[in-house]
């Protein structure tokens, strides 16, 4: 070779610590050639080989080509055939081999070196000529398709015809006759097609098949796989040239695939199926139906107890699952590759928790080995992966899950319809705190505006409900009561399937599998809370989220939103008349009616968590998000305007209730009136909160439960606010505690959202007990971006070309917010060495997120009732990761 690098390898050289040169296939092979198990020999061009042949304008450099033929004289010799020989030949398949596997998404060609005179020399060594010429006809299609680019339906349309002809029902009814026919047939397919005689040189025919599969990394299908699943586009794919063996020579011969345990539930039993008198593509293409694994041992015994001796030995070796690929000929048994087998969600639970208990892996590999993802699946319903849905638009996935229901375009009709047990789905432009009983009611909701963090998101997110936001393609006709689809219409009262998953909206009731926490993942969970170092909170606004998330696992409630509790319809009159009362009289009453309903649901909440901490958020959002829509209201009073009949005092009240729509419109409502500057200029609002969480405490305490209230105050940026609105609670919570006899213990800390907060986190750190990010705000005002705008209009954009690397309201961004994260966690830290720390936005969910909240030192992460079995794991991964680092 005319390069000291080395590009080429035969199986004996290589092994699993070559992988990122061999790829995934070549390793296993050289790997599976050192467990002197039967593996037919070969060699392997190595990825950088790959990389070489597009630097060479997609062809081979002449150095590889002499190489590879060096390496064929080593298989002659241990073949004892010789490739291109007339009488004897050897054949060999060329096989693609990626590091990160990608099954079916690049190219293959077996049979390779036949030809005109081969084909007799073949049928001569095993006597049979039908063999024979079966194989030189799926050479040449594979030849023709991979490597002239024919499209494949062009040979199959012909293979058709002549069964049809014939009068065969399947490939195996072909004589020999017929075969030869085909044959010459193909060969015309060729020279009409691509304008050449199909090559009868088998170097010819090796080096051009090995350009192809080479050149197959860039093909559509993979470039499309490698974008879906964050493979990177230069690694390259290895190829693998391997001495054939026949699963085509007769019953004792066939092909199959086999796992060595279910791939779809976990079980600790071989899975897989098998032809016999085949080659590998019929089982892939589905001309013949495969049976069983388990009727091998039938027809089959001493193959069959070969293969169970092999399963048990490469998952012993691997310590994980396979995926072996094998081949049977003339009752012996070949392995043509093995690797990790993809599984199920379900399945990868299971497995995890099993091998630990047989010894196999230790827990930690089990706590490793179980991705987030796979936790946060089987905690909803999931589309059936058997299901071919018809996807007719796409949004944002809110929330997790699938639901299927009729399509519902009020609120008030979800209610009324799902009391009746009727599953809907609540179809809206968005959702307000007023639609709270449509959201309760409905089985999941599909918005057409909105983005991650709007209410509908945050709610259904909170209630573990299926939510799709942004779902700009449909266009809702309310009067009409239908939405558009391009040129499709859908009616209230058709049934569609959301994914909140992967915001796919689909026609119809579409099969799902439901949730459930099983033995084995409750072990893993077990085992990660015996590990992980960062706490695992909920955000919590009720009892039975609260209820959920102690189920869970939570630790306690970091973020309790109490301007959840003001969204019950029976609620929102009395939130609006507090804020339109023009006495103060009228605001107490207000105020007086709110607070119990308050107590009972803090109460709730408190003997829910059994003793555990709740953090409670003083009232965030600005008072006008409580009132009508100012442009549902001009329109509203329009009509009232033009209407005939008397409808004075209606009007009169719609004008008085414009005007203070009008006097509380804000320009830019997020950086405006809300949060610590609501309570420090409406401080009654806060007063009667605080009020209400201290009673409710010290009820709950006087029925023997631990209670462990911290409040929060929203949106501080000056230590001067934290100071006036603390020294507030204090002084209410005295009130409270003394007129009860009671010395319940508190805390008392702010939610950090905002970068001047973070700078000068020391001086609010003297103050504060606890600090809380408030990562979904610091996102917002670290970037300048509004969420919902930045996702519906630009940020997707932004992803996928690489501007940004990941959805910084996804995903917390290491290097600004996280920093002022890490800034002001070892900032207020340095002034208060008790501080507790945590985060409660939408990062303390993700796993990504999580891992960052473990290198910074936070104490705790609080995240979706529903996202807390994956926090746990997610945080004890993070903890792993981080002790090997």
Not at 644 to 672: C, I, Q, T, W, Y
Not at 864 to 870: A, D, G, I, K
Request: aromatic share 6%.
């Amino acid at each position: 070779m005319n390069s000291e690098k080395k590009y080429i390898y035969s199986f004996e050289e290589g092994s699993l610590d070559l992988k990122p040169i061999l790829g995934g296939k070549g390793a296993s092979l050289g790997e599976m050639t050192s467990l002197d198990l039967p593996v037919p020999p070969g060699m392997t061009l190595t990825t950088e080989a790959c990389n070489l042949y597009f630097e060479n304008d997609e062809e081979l450099p002449e150095f590889l080509k002499e190489g590879t033929r060096e390496y064929l004289k080593d298989l002659e010799e241990k073949t004892g055939k010789n490739f291109g020989d007339d009488n004897n030949p050897l054949l060999l398949s060329v096989r693609s081999g990626a590091t990160i596997s990608m099954p079916g998404m690049m190219d293959t060609i077996l049979n390779l070196g036949l030809n005109d005179t081969s084909v007799q020399g073949l049928a001569k060594e095993v006597n049979d000529e039908r063999f024979a010429y079966d194989c030189y006809r799926r050479f040449i299609q594979m030849f023709g398709d991979v490597v002239l680019g024919i499209e494949g339906y062009k040979f199959g349309r012909t293979l058709d015809s002549l069964k049809e002809e014939v009068d065969a029902d399947s490939d195996l009814d072909l004589t020999t006759d017929d075969l030869k026919k085909l044959v010459a047939q193909y060969k015309e397919i060729i020279k009409d097609e691509a304008g050449i005689e199909f090559p009868q040189d088998p170097m010819e025919q090796l080096i051009k098949s090995v350009d192809a599969v080479f050149g197959s990394w860039n093909n559509k299908r993979a470039i499309v796989y490698r974008d879906a699943h964050d493979i990177a586009h230069d690694l390259g794919t290895a190829v693998n040239v391997q001495t054939m063996v026949f699963g085509n020579m007769g019953k004792d011969s066939g092909t199959g695939v086999v796992f060595t345990r279910n791939p779809s539930t976990g079980v600790n039993e071989l899975y897989g199926e098998y032809l016999l008198n085949a080659q590998g593509e019929d089982v892939v293409a589905g001309i013949r139906t495969p049976q069983s694994i388990q009727t091998l041992k039938e027809e089959l015994p001493e193959v069959f107890d070969q293969l169970v001796d092999v399963t048990e030995t490469l998952e012993d070796h691997y310590k994980n699952m396979q995926d072996i690929e094998f081949t049977i000929e003339n009752g012996q048994l070949y392995l043509l590759q093995t690797r990790t087998g993809k599984r199920t969600a379900k399945a990868a639970i299971k497995m995890a928790a099993d091998m630990a208990d047989e010894g196999l892996i230790d827990k930690e590999e089990a706590l490793l080995r179980v991705e987030p993802e796979h936790v946060e699946k089987v905690l909803h319903k999931q589309i059936d992966p058997e299901a071919e849905p018809e996807v007719i638009a796409k949004g944002l996935p809110a929330s997790p899950g699938a639901a299927a229901g009729k399509v519902v375009f009020s609120a008030d009709e979800a209610e009324k319809l799902g009391d009746k047990g009727e599953k809907v789905i609540l179809v809206s432009l968005e959702t307000t705190p007023e639609d709270i009983n449509g959201v309760i009611a409905s089985q999941g909701v599909l918005t057409t505006r909105g983005g991650m963090t709007s209410h509908a998101a945050v709610v259904a997110r909170g209630m573990g409900k299926p939510c799709v936001c942004g779902c700009e393609e449909i266009k809702i006709d309310f009067e009409k009561e239908e939405f558009l689809v391009g040129n499709r219409r859908f009616e209230k009262g058709d049934k569609i399937t959301i994914n909140g998953g992967t915001g796919e909206i689909m026609v119809g009731k579409v099969e799902m599998t439901e949730p459930r926490l099983s033995e084995e993942c409750r072990k893993i969970l077990k085992w990660a809370n015996e590990t992980k170092e960062l706490g695992i909170r909920a955000n919590a606004d009720n009892g039975p989220d609260a209820k959920k998330a102690f189920e869970f696992g939570a630790e306690g409630i970091g973020l309790c939103r109490t301007e959840h509790m003001f969204m019950a319809a029976e609620r929102v009159p009395l939130v609006q008349q507090l804020i339109l009362s023009d006495s103060e009289a009228e605001k107490e009453e207000a105020l007086a009616e709110l607070e119990p309903m308050q107590r009972n649901d803090f109460e709730e909440i408190f003997t829910e968590m059994k003793g555990k901490p709740v953090t409670v958020r003083l009232l965030d959002p600005p008072l006008h998000e409580f009132l009508p829509d100012l442009v549902e209201l001009v329109e509203e009073i329009a009509k009232l305007e033009s209407a005939a009949e008397d409808n004075k005092e209606e009007l009169n009240k719609k004008r008085k209730l414009l005007r203070k729509v009008k006097d509380m419109n804000e320009s830019n409502p997020m950086l405006g009136m809300r949060g610590c500057r609501l309570g420090i200029m409406v401080p009654e609002i806060y007063e009667m909160q605080i009020r209400a969480v201290f009673k409710a405490a010290v009820n709950v305490a006087e029925e023997g439960i631990d209670v462990q209230p911290e409040i929060m105050l929203p949106l501080v940026t000056h230590v001067n606010e934290f100071k006036m609105l603390r020294s507030r609670v204090d002084k209410v919570a005295d009130e409270v505690l003394a007129e009860a006899d009671s010395e319940l213990s508190y805390k008392v800390g702010t939610m950090i959202e905002l970068p001047r907060a973070c700078m000068t986190a020391e001086e609010i750190a003297e103050e504060a007990d606890f600090f809380s990010f408030g990562t979904n705000d610091l996102t917002q005002t670290t970037f300048g971006f509004s969420r919902d705008d930045a996702e519906s209009k630009f940020l997707h954009h932004y992803v996928e070309e690489d501007i940004l690397e990941d959805n910084p309201f996804i995903s917390l961004d290491p290097n600004g917010v996280g920093k002022l994260v890490k800034m002001a966690t070892d900032d207020g830290r340095k002034a208060n060495e008790n501080l507790k720390v945590g985060i409660c936005g939408e990062h303390g969910g993700e796993p990504k997120s999580i891992g960052l909240c473990q290198e910074y030192g936070l104490d705790y992460v609080s995240c979706s009732p529903y996202r807390v079995p994956v926090a746990r794991l997610a945080a004890v991964q993070a903890k792993i990761e981080s002790d090997r680092e």
